[in-house]
């Protein structure tokens, strides 16, 4: 809806809502084992309100509500997981509404029971409220404005909570020592057949996250003479760090605090060292920490509080026919639940299928009872340190800058005879604090192989194993461990794993274009891009301190684009029909034909 309140004050409302149902991966149909049922449900709102109060001053006041609920399940809901042979005690700690075939995978066969984001469902709010000044003068144009917007995300997901996942590997199907190669063809397969599972269940919490934006700008459109242009601006961004309505959400990792389970764990390892540790130097320490208890905000970790974000360009005409342009620019990437998953370790509890407590010696987990002791209940943050004790740890940065581009751009522009158009640019990025997962929990490097072929020596020396320190204090661990996990620093759990923003970018490019104007309506463009994409977003090894340097996945060195236009002849102001009644220029005027034909490299071969 459009209104016209007066000559200077109009606003218009508008409206949306769709339902969007989609069968995905269904190759057969009635097979419930694949496959998934995925509902998207958006809807929303927008207001826009200007004002002008001058012929060189106006107000424009905007406001926008959006809602997304999308929801997935897979069509084995309701399976009867008895009818496979599953125990009773697994099959009644499930519901059996929601219960659906397993998932299974083995090795690189199709792998059943399948999910994209997981049974349940998301749903998202959008609140953006922005306001722009702007005015206009004789030689430039000055815009303000500021903008403020709250996001929401409610996510209730929970795959493994209504069937087992059962990974099978060549873990105990190698040969013929334990610490062989996995076997290139068959492991996996034999040890579906054997009844030897891996994977998980577990019990998964929701969690409601939400953060706040807020933004104020200032711009400036300076013609300085009829040849030269100016763009100046200045942008700051506060972006707020993302809290969850109850806290229920890991913070950050106590590196130096001991564990609960530190002075039990010392005195086994006491008792049967390894020559290269000490018992002295044998440490127990680290555990997960949570928001909002023992003195932790509530917020998973600390803002960026001077995002600024300045903008410049210029065009230059220093011939009536060539025009230089230039620009620079700093570009802020959000980090907030759009971009953030919820870590609720302890609010949400996995328990690790373990077909073996002594590498094979003997067998507790088959596929029909894969979970024989039952699932480890959740404890929220009252499991404190000991939090996933044996399993795997992730934690937000205590402090977490955004990460942001910047880019700049240098071009010429020329009008040759003939009415064609030629331009060529520079245009290059460079990304900065990129997110990067870093693995944290590593034997140390002095202990790792260096030589270019698999090394058996260094390989038998750390997969020796030696009887376990943490055996008996919590079921999960086994009876031995190895020389490379008793050397790690945090020899209680498995990866201890955080995002650090320590990842970057860079982009250089030609991009050259050039446009035929034809007469009677027809158009030609041909546009050509030479660039180079590099990354340093992973590391090539654990223990590395900083990211390795590659061609990036997103690289095309070439790309050539060619596309016409083509306006039909047929209706008013053209050459046939020009005094086509308004009903005939309706349906036979103003048509016409476009083509476009793109060849591009392919990602380089990584």
Known sequence: VDHAFTGNHRAFISMHKDYWHEYKDRAFPDNPTVGEIHYRHNEGVSVDDVYVFSPSLLLNVRYGLLFGDYLEQRPSRGFDLASLGFSPQLVGTIDKSLATFPNVQVGSLTPLGSWSDGDGGTSTMTHALGATVTHLRRNDNLRFGVDFRLYRQNLNRYPLDVSPQLIFSSTYTGGPLDNSAAPPVGGELAAFLLGIPGGEMDHTASYAQQNKYFGIFLQDDIKVSPRLTLNVGLRYEYEGPVTERFNRSVAHFAFDQPSPIAAQAQANYAANPIPELPPNQFKVLGGLTYAGVNGNPRSYWQPDKLDFLPRFGLAYQPFRKTTLRAGYGIFFDSVGVSKTAGLQTGFSQGTPIQASLNNGLTYVATTANPLPNGLLAPLGAAGGLATNLGQAVT???????????????????????????????????????????????????????????????????????????????????????????????????????????????????????????????YTLQLAYTWSKLMQATEFLNAVDPVPYRSISDLDRTHRLVLTWIWELPFGRGRRFGRKLPAPVEFVAGGWQLNSAVQRQSGPALL
């Open 395 to 521: 934690f937000y940065p205590t402090v977490r800058p955004r990460p942001y581009m910047q880019r700049w751009s240098a071009g010429v522009q020329r009008e040759l005879p003939g009415q064609l158009l030629v331009e060529a640019s520079y245009v290059g990025n460079r990304g900065t604090h990129l997110g990067v997962t870093r693995q944290l929990n590593n034997t140390p490097a002095q202990y790792l192989s260096r030589l270019p072929v698999r090394d058996t020596q260094t390989i038998n020396f750390l997969t020796q194993q030696f009887p376990d320190p943490f055996y008996g204090i919590n079921s999960i661990y086994g009876t031995t461990m190895t020389r490379a996990n008793l050397l790690k620093p945090y020899p209680e759990f498995g990866n201890v794993a955080e995002e650090q923003p320590v990842g970057y970018t860079w982009y250089h490019s030609l991009q050259t274009r050039a446009e035929k104007r034809f007469s009677r309506g």
